[in-house]
């Protein structure tokens, strides 16, 4: 449970009247009117690049409007995630603690009030910091903490002795203790393993402020909010219900604009045609020209769109032996030490397998034993005379030279083929016209991994292996891959906390906990209870048996200089990024002053304009190599 004594006064609300947002010349969406009250838990959807961060960047005001209002009460508090945490000497525990402005103004009250030596101030103060709940806040921030992953142990730790992924966590510990109004939150789920989404999903059900998430998890969308803000064609429109209800309401109106547009194409041909066939004939010149006029008068209709660019399939395998691959008595090690052992798995073509289990259990190296990646000092792995598997991981998105294009990659997996043909491939992944040329280091993230996961399916696999394929991809891209999924011949191992593509594919779960593998006998929500019982009868550390210090303090030094690279390359994409930052928000800034675009400083305007798109490509790029390369270091620290 959560304690929300002080959270903000569930009064007032965001409104936009008349709004419109536009970056440079680029309008993000115009004429937007819209009220969004306390209490709401609404899904911000859209495309990548359609203005979801810039909305959140005017509600925060760090962004101007362009025309109309964007309204919110001025005694609100919002309270929002940092995407990049900064590696600091503070403990965990004090950084989220850092989150409630209200707890610390009322420390440095009690602070004063006690260096004052006045006796009525101390007493007032100190029924202010019981009134806000401050004492209990300590456990507030411990429970968000250990909701979030945090091993107890670790909550007095170095922010600066977490990895990449385990202090964005820190950042949305951080955000969820503010005592907010409003809630805004982009991409939370990024990191977080299946056990942390489900307790984060539990706990924004209970938060009593307004709730504005981006995020391209369907069954998350579902579970939690309860609106749907989605943001396309310039326009924003709020729906009622969970995403899911909200795409059926879209798939509805895009079938009735359809039929609206084929009977509005009909009436403008024949009224066309009675034009050409009459125009020049005086007995009928009225008629013409009435109907010319008619013909004018004709609303022009946007074209009804598509649920998704995205169409493909997963070719079927050459060869379907049986079984795939079997392995016995397996077991993996790191550093000396056993992380996996008694693996018993058979592998069989149509086989759907999904891995559960925390961060650091040892799934994506189970994946990286099956594809061969990594030898077993135990047992058996026999793999079929026809076996091909191929593995997909995250930091497969990195491997890409810049300079590298869509056609060039595809190329190089096979030299024979047709250009039309591979242009053809690469346009079921979104990759068309001049996309298939452009060079790999001005795409964003999403667009890589769209890339890997095309280059891996193009090798005919009958063993696909999996690791977290839907990060960084949207909804719609998440959707075709599970329809492609569901088709395959092959046989499919999969990693990913999107319950929507393990309930959708998976016919079969093992669990891989304690060094272990099991198979799973239930679904998601049955794993979902497994883990509260799990949390439940968890022994306490205290009762551990203590460890060698000695040793441990030696082990704790070996891995420290095997990570060293690791870190130091990580340290230097933070500063870069940094810089890059505070470029885009100098930029950002300058692009926003009206005189800008006058027309004598219309060359001034491109040249911001030009260099702001390449800041951004050139962010993107940094940031995702950030990433990648913090779960790297992560996993290499938990294992």
Not at 9 to 36: N, P, V, W, Y
Not at 148 to 157: C, E, I, S, T, Y
Not at 227 to 232: A, G, K, R
Not at 306 to 312: G, I, K, L, R, T
Request: glycine residues 6%; charged residues 25%; contains cysteine.
């Amino acid at each position: 449970m959560r304690d929300d004594a002080g959270y903000g006064s569930l009064a007032g609300m965001i409104e936009l009247r008349d709004a419109t947002l536009q970056r440079g010349e680029k309008i993000l969406f115009e004429h937007a009117d819209l009220r969004l009250f306390p209490g709401w838990r609404i899904g911000l959807s859209g495309a990548n690049g359609a203005g979801k961060s810039s909305l959140f960047a005017l509600i925060r005001g760090l962004l101007p409007i362009d025309a109309g209002a964007c309204k919110l009460p001025a005694s609100w508090t919002l309270a929002t995630m940092e995407q990049h945490v900064p590696q600091s000497e503070q403990a965990a525990l004090d950084y989220v603690l850092d989150g409630d402005s209200a707890l610390r103004a009322s420390e440095h009250a009690l602070l004063a009030a006690e260096k004052s030596d006045d006796a009525q101030a101390l007493a007032r103060a100190h029924e202010h910091h019981d009134s806000i709940d401050g004492y209990q806040a300590p456990i507030r921030a411990a429970r968000l903490l250990a909701g979030l992953g945090f091993a107890p142990q670790r909550h007095r730790d170095r922010v600066a002795s977490f990895s990449g992924g385990w202090r964005m966590r820190l950042g949305l510990a951080r955000a969820l203790m503010c005592r907010s109004d409003a809630l805004l939150l982009d991409e939370p789920t990024n990191h977080l393993d299946l056990d942390a989404l489900l307790w984060l999903e539990q706990w924004l059900k209970g938060y009593p402020g307004l709730l504005i998430v981006i995020a391209h998890d369907r069954e998350f969308l579902d579970a939690v909010c309860d609106h749907i803000l989605h943001l396309e064609g310039q326009r924003l429109t709020l729906y009622g219900g969970n995403y899911s209800s909200c795409e059926r309401v879209r798939h509805e109106r895009r079938v009735q604009q359809a039929r609206e547009q084929a009977v509005q194409e009909r009436q403008r041909a024949h009224l066309q045609s009675f034009v050409d066939r009459f125009r020049a004939k005086a007995s009928k010149a009225r008629q013409a020209q009435s109907r010319l006029k008619q013909l004018e008068r004709l609303p022009e209709m946007a074209a009804a769109h598509s649920s998704s660019v995205f169409q493909f399939s997963l070719p079927v395998p050459q060869h379907l032996p049986q079984p795939l691959l079997t392995l016995s008595d397996g077991s993996v090690t790191y550093g000396g030490s056993p992380l996996l052992q008694d693996l018993q798995l058979q592998i069989h073509p149509g086989d759907r397998i999904g891995l559960l289990g925390s961060n650091g259990a040892g799934k994506s190296t189970l994946l990286r034993l099956l594809a061969g990646e990594m030898p077993s000092p135990t047992g058996h792995l026999v793999a079929a005379d026809k076996l091909r598997s191929v593995l997909y991981h995250q930091h497969q998105t990195e491997a890409f030279d810049d300079h590298d294009t869509p056609l060039l990659c595809l190329r190089r997996l096979d030299a024979e083929a047709p250009e039309l043909a591979l242009r053809s491939y690469l346009g079921s992944f979104g990759f068309s016209g001049e996309r298939v040329q452009t060079a790999c280091g001005v795409f964003s993230g999403g667009e890589r991994a769209r890339l890997a996961l095309a280059l891996c399916i193009y090798q005919r696999p009958n063993l696909l292996l999996l690791d977290e394929p839907t990060n960084h991809l949207d909804i719609e891209m998440r959707t075709a891959l599970t329809l492609a999924l569901q088709d395959f011949a092959g046989a499919v191992v999969l990693v990913s906390h999107d319950r929507h593509l393990l309930n959708s594919c998976c016919e079969r779960f093992l669990l891989v906990d304690g060094g272990h593998v099991q198979d799973f006998a239930g679904d998601l929500d049955d794993y979902a209870h497994w883990l509260q019982d799990a949390v439940a009868t968890k022994p306490s550390t205290a009762t551990a048996t203590p460890p060698d210090r000695r040793e441990q303090r030696r082990l704790e030094a070996e891995k420290r200089q095997q990570l060293r690279p690791l870190r130091q390359r990580l340290e230097q994409l933070e500063r870069h990024m940094q810089t890059l930052q505070a470029r885009a928000q100098t930029l950002t800034t300058a692009l926003a002053d009206p005189g800008l675009y006058e027309a004598q400083r219309k060359p001034e305007m491109l040249a911001l304009m030009q260099e702001s798109e390449q800041v951004a490509r050139d962010l993107a790029h940094t940031e995702s190599s950030w990433l990648e390369l913090s779960e790297e270091l992560e996993e290499c620290q938990r294992a």
